[in-house]
């Protein structure tokens, strides 16, 4: 039986109010000995991917990991005129049921940023 579950993201930049739009984000599978690269993205000009990052046959239990180039976006759209703080954002996280929609929404800014388990 193939999944029916997908993993979607999305990145919303709190400083300017808008979508975080072609930033690089990277997909990992974590297991206990390694880090295996799956795929690199860019979000579009809403700040999401154009297609799901995980989906059918490829959507499988596990841990997994989100990396977002957020200094490279960063220094692209912002002012700020200092060092960057944040180069790389990391999200860590489990699917622990292939048949549902995993959503992992990022909302940054230049010091801080959060994420959760959206829908």
Known sequence: MTAAGRLTTHVLDTSNGTPAANMGVSLF????????????????????CDSPLLSGPKMAEGCYELLFNYGEYLQRTSALGEALFLEEIPVRFQITDTSRHYHVPLLVAPFGYSTYRGS
């Open 29 to 48: 599978r974590i297991t206990s000995s390694d880090r295996e690269f799956l795929t690199t993205v860019r979000t579009n000009g809403d700040g999401r």
